[in-house]
């Protein structure tokens, strides 16, 4: 009887805690091991070869607006989006289908244009 | 007294033994050649020769050996020349051989050398660039004084991939065995090697080289893998430089990624003419022309056509006119007028023309080009034909040639040759300005003329689950702006293209949905509005998939702007 009423507590005590302590399960970003960034900030992609689209990892170290580019191989900036992303990592993905078979460097900056990562990608549609 | 009779002695036996002359072996070319294939003709001659008396030597016995170049003669025949019907007549042939003289003698003491040469002292080894011939003719009499021995026909053979760069040394008489009735030996001498044939033109011309020059690769817009041409005799080629019905390709092919191609099958000294040609199905000939070169021609219309004199234009080349000149009747015109500056402004706006027009888009490159030496030149009666002219022919000493390369409607030579060689630009002085709104022009802008920096910011963005895109702008002063936009089509579908440039810009947008591409821009023909800064640009996409973000969806290539002075406006994006 003692078990039974201990087990009824704990779940009367988990059922009175706050939603916002439990609740993160939704907000926590599973980040698969090829997309793992250790330092607090920076960018991955899941393959440097791409086909029409691959994911990429922007470990941001603190939520605001940020810009991913894509370069050519002359520097010259062929793409770029301005997102709102949260402090940590964001599963995001990079789409390759209007890029010409080229090698391309892709960018994270901040609204600033200061660079946060880079690496390169190289398409092959 | 004693002494001076032995003088006169001395001087009389001289005069003797300096009284006899050798018979000789004369060989010597019949006929004029001049290219590879003709036939030569060789004699081979006797001359008598007189002992010291003066009186003529008769050999009866009359054999030599000569050699020839097999890699430059090809022999085909030989006939014998005297008429004697009791005479015995022989010749022998060895290929693989060349004669080595006895060095001690002269190569042209024909006799002596035949002595070597029994002796040892002069010998054949092998080589395989050359024949010997040995011709015996013997007779109860002498032949008479300059009677031929026998006429030898050759081809002319093609020196390429030869060891030999003329056809200075390609046969000579190594010795002679002269002897008369009574087994004397006759003294016998000649000229040392036949006479060079100069100059013979033809013949395979090996490796040439042809060099492509164009933007389109010096600014890796593409590459040389673009480039084909085709190889045609000069011959075939007809009016507007274009091949006669059923005209033959000589050669064909592709250039290498540098822009060059090797080519083989030629002959030299014969005239070609080569058409290269842009491979049109690429994504950037949609990218040729544009608003730069729409400001260029507006602002050369607007000064009511040029001449080829470069009089009342506001052109840097002659080639500019024939480049511009998109809209004309069946022959080319030469005259720049807003017919063409508006058949462009309707071809960045996606509108249909009626007309037919010579601009350049993706799987319509319509193209020329010249030898850079002379392209974009003009000729005394101002036609621009002569700086197109792409013929080549290919010497002993030439076998490199550079074409240049241009596409109709690339006023700006964007993806164009531009011309750099003298007789190309058109004086300074000769520009001169025709109208208040072509006061403002500067003399013609180029694509890799002087260019004005300026920030500009394209950015997609996921708003309320649309895509937009948008163009910020703080550039001030321009009179147009172009922009190219390729998006994923498999993702997005376009909705909306807003234009914020202002009320009096012209504004174009040119969608071609199956290639997911939009252009978009502005221009004033009046060279006074101005695009408004701020966002003049935005485009509205519907996702067709579930997405989280853009990055890569929506890519730009051609970003340019121009001023009212015809400054180029290069856009600097962080």
């Given at each position: 009887m003692k078990k039974v009423l201990l087990l009824l507590s704990v779940f009367l005590l988990v059922g009175c805690m706050d939603d916002d302590i439990i609740s993160p399960i939704d907000d926590i970003v599973e980040v698969p091991a090829s997309l793992q960034i250790e330092d607090v900030q920076g960018l991955k992609v899941e393959s440097t070869i791409v086909s029409d689209e691959v994911r990429m990892n922007i470990k941001l170290p603190y939520t605001g607006t940020y810009r991913v580019k894509i370069r050519d191989i002359s520097k010259n900036l062929?793409?770029?989006?301005?997102?709102?992303?949260?402090?940590?990592?964001?599963?995001?993905?990079v789409y390759v289908s209007s890029l010409e078979n080229n090698g391309y460097t892709l960018e994270l900056t901040d609204d600033n244009h200061d660079i946060i990562g880079i690496t390169s990608i190289v398409v092959n549609n | 007294m004693k002494k001076i009779l032995l003088l006169l002695v001395s001087v009389l036996c001289t005069l003797n033994v300096f009284g006899q002359t050798d018979a000789k072996l004369d060989y010597s070319a019949v006929n004029t050649v001049t290219k590879v294939g003709d036939t030569l003709i060789v004699k081979l001659q006797y001359f008598e020769g007189k002992d010291a008396n003066n009186t003529a030597i008769e050999p009866t016995l009359y054999q030599f050996d000569f050699q020839y170049n097999n890699k430059l003669l090809n022999k085909i025949s030989t006939t014998w020349q005297p008429s004697s019907t009791s005479a015995q007549k022989a010749i022998n042939s060895w290929n693989g051989y060349k004669?080595?003289?006895?060095?001690?003698?002269?190569?042209?003491?024909?006799?002596?050398?035949?002595?070597?040469?029994?002796?040892?002292?002069?010998?054949?080894?092998?080589?395989?660039?050359?024949?010997?011939?040995?011709?015996?003719?013997?007779?109860?009499?002498?032949l008479e004084d300059g009677q031929e021995f026998v006429k030898y026909?050759?081809?002319?053979?093609?020196?390429?991939?030869?060891?030999?760069?003329?056809?200075?040394?390609?046969?000579?008489?190594?010795?002679?065995?002269?002897?008369?009735?009574?087994?004397?030996?006759?003294?016998?001498?000649g000229q040392s090697t036949l006479a060079s044939l100069g100059s013979i033109e033809g013949g395979d011309a090996g490796n040439v080289t042809l060099n492509i020059l164009t933007n389109i690769i010096d600014d890796n817009i593409g590459d040389g893998t673009h480039f084909t041409y085709?190889?045609?005799?000069?011959?075939?080629?007809?009016?507007?430089?274009?091949?006669?019905?059923?005209?033959?390709?000589?050669?064909?092919?592709?250039?290498?990624?540098?822009?060059?191609?090797?080519?083989?099958?030629?002959?030299?000294?014969?005239?070609?003419?080569?058409?290269?040609?842009?491979?049109?199905?690429?994504?950037?000939?949609d990218n040729v022309v544009t608003v730069s070169d729409?400001?260029?021609?507006?602002?050369?219309?607007?000064?009511?056509?040029?001449?080829?004199?470069?009089?009342?234009?506001?052109?840097?080349?002659?080639?500019?006119?024939?480049?511009?000149?998109?809209?004309?009747?069946?022959?080319?015109?030469?005259?720049?007028?807003?017919?063409?500056?508006?058949?462009?402004?309707?071809?960045?706006?996606?509108?249909?023309?009626?007309?037919?027009?010579?601009?350049?888009?993706?799987?319509?490159?319509?193209?020329?080009?010249?030898?850079?030496?002379t392209f974009g030149t003009i000729d005394s009666n101002g036609s621009y034909f002569a700086g197109i002219d792409a013929t080549f022919k290919p010497t002993?000493?030439?076998?490199?040639?550079?074409?240049?390369?241009?596409?109709?409607?690339?006023?700006?030579?964007?993806?164009?040759?531009?011309p750099d060689t003298e007789g190309t630009a058109i004086p300074a002085s000769t520009q001169t300005n025709a109208s208040a709104a072509r006061m403002s022009m500067a003399a013609g802008s180029k694509f890799s003329g002087t260019a004005e920096e300026a920030n500009l910011d394209l950015t997609s963005e996921l708003k309320n689950g649309l895509v937009e895109f948008t163009i910020g702008s703080e550039v001030e002063e321009m009179i147009g702006a172009q922009f190219n936009i390729i998006y994923d089509k498999?993702?997005?579908?376009?909705?909306?293209?807003?234009?914020?440039?202002?009320?009096?810009?012209?504004?174009?947008?040119?969608?071609?949905?199956?290639?997911?591409?939009?252009?978009?821009?502005?221009?004033?023909?009046?060279?006074?509005?101005?695009?408004?800064?701020?966002?003049?640009?935005?485009?509205?996409?519907?996702?067709?998939?579930?997405?989280?973000?853009?990055?890569?969806?929506?890519?730009?290539?051609?970003?340019?702007?121009?001023?009212?002075?015809?400054?180029?406006?290069k856009f600097i994006m962080e």
């Open positions: 062929v793409s770029q989006e301005k997102l709102d992303a949260n402090e940590g990592d964001n599963i995001l993905k | 004669f080595s003289i006895d060095s001690q003698k002269n190569q042209t003491d024909f006799d002596g050398q035949y002595v070597s040469w029994l002796s040892g002292d002069a010998s054949y080894g092998s080589d395989s660039d050359w024949s010997v011939e040995r011709v015996t003719y013997q007779d109860t009499d002498a026909e050759f081809i002319i053979k093609d020196k390429a991939n030869t060891n030999y760069s003329n056809y200075d040394d390609i046969l000579n008489a190594n010795w002679a065995n002269y002897k008369k009735s009574d087994n004397t030996q006759v003294g016998a001498t085709n190889i045609y005799n000069k011959s075939d080629i007809g009016s507007g430089n274009q091949p006669n019905e059923g005209a033959s390709i000589v050669a064909s092919g592709t250039y290498d990624a540098s822009g060059q191609a090797v080519v083989t099958g030629l002959e030299n000294d014969v005239e070609y003419f080569v058409w290269n040609w842009a491979d049109g199905s690429k994504d950037y000939m729409l400001a260029l021609v507006f602002a050369e219309a607007i000064g009511a056509g040029s001449t080829p004199n470069g009089t009342s234009t506001t052109f840097d080349y002659y080639i500019q006119t024939f480049i511009a000149n998109i809209f004309h009747d069946e022959a080319f015109d030469g005259n720049i007028d807003f017919q063409d500056s508006y058949e462009i402004l309707a071809y960045l706006q996606g509108v249909t023309s009626n007309n037919t027009t010579y601009i350049t888009y993706k799987d319509r490159a319509v193209q020329t080009g010249g030898n850079e030496s002993d000493s030439n076998k490199s040639f550079n074409f240049v390369h241009a596409l109709m409607g690339d006023v700006n030579f964007s993806h164009s040759w531009e498999t993702r997005l579908v376009l909705d909306n293209v807003i234009f914020d440039t202002g009320n009096t810009m012209t504004n174009f947008s040119n969608h071609i949905e199956e290639d997911g591409k939009i252009n978009i821009g502005s221009f004033d023909q009046n060279f006074e509005a101005t695009v408004k800064t701020g966002t003049p640009y935005k485009l509205i996409f519907v996702p067709i998939v579930q997405l989280q973000n853009t990055s890569g969806l929506i890519t730009f290539k051609v970003n340019e702007g121009v001023k009212a002075d015809g400054t180029q406006i």
